[in-house]
């Protein structure tokens, strides 16, 4: 099922709601509650400027309160749990948000009627919202169950075991795509799919049927070899879930949940909270305008010296791997001569001889990453994640640390908890060392910890720590 049609689902609902909820409302206030002397009918109260305003922007306001509470962020993940909750939080904030900027200043026949005003507000907005979106919701649920927009998935697991996990899932609305054997001493059983062969055949199956997910469910591998093994699904850049049960999972932290009952861990998605993840875009767009507007002179003034000190291009650009394993250009001031890598890709250390001796200082303190606002208004990175890496460091670096895959399900950041607790890497042992503090990041991603890492940045950048 397109996830933008089932959004576009809830979009519109939400917005009907709204409007509905705030028309009833004024209703119910012009009948019961407010005086206003100079109103004589319904549809003049109805036409009063604040009114008619309310009545276009409200439904607006509503579906902004809702984006940035994340609710549109997973539109093929729902359950009517969920759906209580958060329609419930997001109408507490946005009808006392209304009824202070809105209502309060009205003047009532008693102060009492402020209750009633924010209860019947309430009431008429949770109620409406939420029984169209249950309707909504219990309407797509049954249809999942029906197999209408199932979820392709590869079981990595054969033996009677992994055939009644894969019952469950196909109950719930998953389609089982075949099987994978894990390993050679697993016993087989009785094949329910067609499609199916070796760990080694993954990379053809996937490229010849369509998968949405590759879920574990072996019993053979446990502890070190269950990681090892997880760690060699990374390079598929999809989603890897874990079937739980008594044995513990091989990671300390790991996105938990249940789908009708059904135990599965996501191991491939961090602990961000989706109102974490959009109030971040909103931040990352918002300071990155003010920054190549503010500091234009800045730019201007650097783009200048970067000229003087050595010939060659003003902005430095390169390819470097970012979100989902996609390629993008990353953009720098220059800080080294032209053709400082004739012999092919080389790390750049202490008292490199390529740097020239105005790119030192721009590196000391950080300054020839300003051109990467432009790399975050655009999309391709954000202001805090993972460095991004070439793609020839990366192949080395898997090589080792198969886990490194993981920080491609996030955008690469300007600045990292590993550039600002590490710094730059001089070598592939020393990027396996700041490694361990972006997989730290990851694990543990939030606003505050974003915020923390940009404290740490701007205090770079002043005492002129950088390497």
């Known amino acids: 099922m397109n996830k933008y049609r089932q959004i576009g689902k809830y979009v519109v609902s939400d917005f009907l709601t709204a409007a509905i909820a705030w028309l009833v409302f004024n209703?119910?206030?012009?009948?019961?509650?407010?005086?206003?002397?100079?109103?004589?009918?319904?549809?003049?109260?109805?036409?009063?400027?604040?009114?008619?305003?309310?009545?276009?922007?409200?439904?607006?306001?509503?579906?902004?309160?809702?984006?940035?509470?994340?609710?549109?962020?997973?539109?093929?993940?729902?359950?009517?749990?969920?759906?209580l909750w958060q329609t419930l939080v997001a109408s507490v904030i946005g009808v006392i948000a209304i009824f202070l900027i809105l209502v309060l200043d009205e003047i009532p026949r008693s102060y009492e009627i402020y209750y009633h005003f924010l209860f019947e507000m309430f009431g008429?907005?949770?109620?409406?919202?939420?029984?169209?979106?249950?309707?909504?919701?219990?309407?797509?649920?049954?249809?999942?169950?029906?197999?209408?927009?199932?979820?392709?998935?590869?079981?990595?697991?054969?033996?009677?075991?992994?055939?009644?996990?894969?019952?469950?899932?196909?109950?719930?609305?998953?389609?089982?795509?075949?099987?994978?054997?894990?390993?050679?001493?697993?016993?087989?059983?009785?094949?329910?799919?067609?499609?199916?062969?070796?760990?080694?055949?993954?990379?053809?199956?996937?490229?010849?049927?369509?998968?949405?997910?590759?879920?574990?469910?072996?019993?053979?591998?446990?502890?070190?070899?269950?990681?090892?093994?997880?760690?060699?699904?990374?390079?598929?850049?999809?989603?890897?879930?874990?079937?739980?049960?008594?044995?513990?999972?091989?990671?300390?932290?790991?996105?938990?949940?249940?789908?009708?009952?059904?135990?599965?861990?996501?191991?491939?998605?961090?602990?961000?909270?989706?109102?974490?993840?959009?109030?971040?875009?909103?931040?990352?767009?918002?300071?990155?305008?003010?920054?190549?507007?503010?500091?234009?002179?800045?730019?201007?003034?650097?783009?200048?010296?970067v000229k003087k000190d050595s010939p060659g291009p003003v902005i430095y650009k390169q390819e470097r791997i970012g979100y989902r394993g996609c390629p993008f250009f990353i953009y720098k001031f220059r800080t080294m001569y032209v053709d400082s890598e004739e012999n092919g890709p080389m790390l750049a250390h202490e008292d490199d001889k390529r740097i020239t001796p105005f790119g030192a200082i721009l590196r000391k303190y950080r300054l020839d990453e300003l051109p990467q606002f432009w790399n975050v208004l655009k999309g391709d990175m954000s202001l805090v994640g993972p460095r991004p890496e070439r793609r020839y460091f990366i192949e080395q670096i898997v090589q080792k640390a198969p886990y490194y895959y993981l920080l491609h399900n996030v955008k690469p950041g300007i600045t990292s908890l590993g550039m600002v607790k590490y710094g730059y890497a001089g070598n592939v042992e020393q990027m396996l060392e700041r490694l361990e503090y972006d997989i730290i990041y990851y694990e543990n991603m939030s606003l505050a910890l974003d915020l923390a890492i940009l404290a740490y940045t701007v205090k770079t950048v002043i005492t002129g720590k950088g390497v």
């Open 27 to 83: 209703v119910f206030r012009y009948h019961d509650l407010v005086i206003y002397e100079s109103t004589s009918s319904l549809g003049e109260f109805l036409t009063y400027p604040k009114v008619l305003l309310g009545q276009i922007v409200i439904p607006f306001f509503w579906l902004i309160i809702y984006y940035f509470s994340g609710y549109y962020n997973w539109p093929l993940e729902r359950n009517r749990i969920g759906e």
């Open 124 to 305: 008429l907005h949770f109620g409406l919202t939420y029984l169209c979106r249950l309707g909504l919701t219990s309407r797509y649920l049954k249809q999942l169950k029906g197999g209408k927009y199932a979820r392709k998935v590869l079981l990595l697991g054969i033996g009677d075991r992994v055939m009644q996990i894969a019952r469950q899932l196909e109950h719930i609305g998953y389609r089982v795509q075949g099987f994978i054997r894990v390993d050679a001493s697993e016993k087989k059983a009785e094949a329910l799919h067609s499609v199916g062969g070796d760990v080694a055949d993954l990379p053809r199956l996937l490229q010849t049927f369509s998968v949405d997910e590759l879920i574990v469910a072996t019993e053979i591998l446990d502890g070190a070899e269950m990681s090892r093994f997880l760690y060699s699904l990374y390079r598929y850049k999809m989603p890897i879930k874990v079937w739980i049960d008594k044995k513990s999972i091989p990671f300390s932290k790991v996105r938990f949940r249940t789908v009708s009952g059904v135990p599965l861990a996501d191991i491939t998605e961090n602990n961000f909270s989706p109102a974490g993840k959009n109030l971040k875009w909103l931040a990352d767009k918002l300071i990155s305008v003010c920054v190549l507007l503010f500091l234009s002179p800045v730019y201007l003034y650097i783009a200048w010296r």
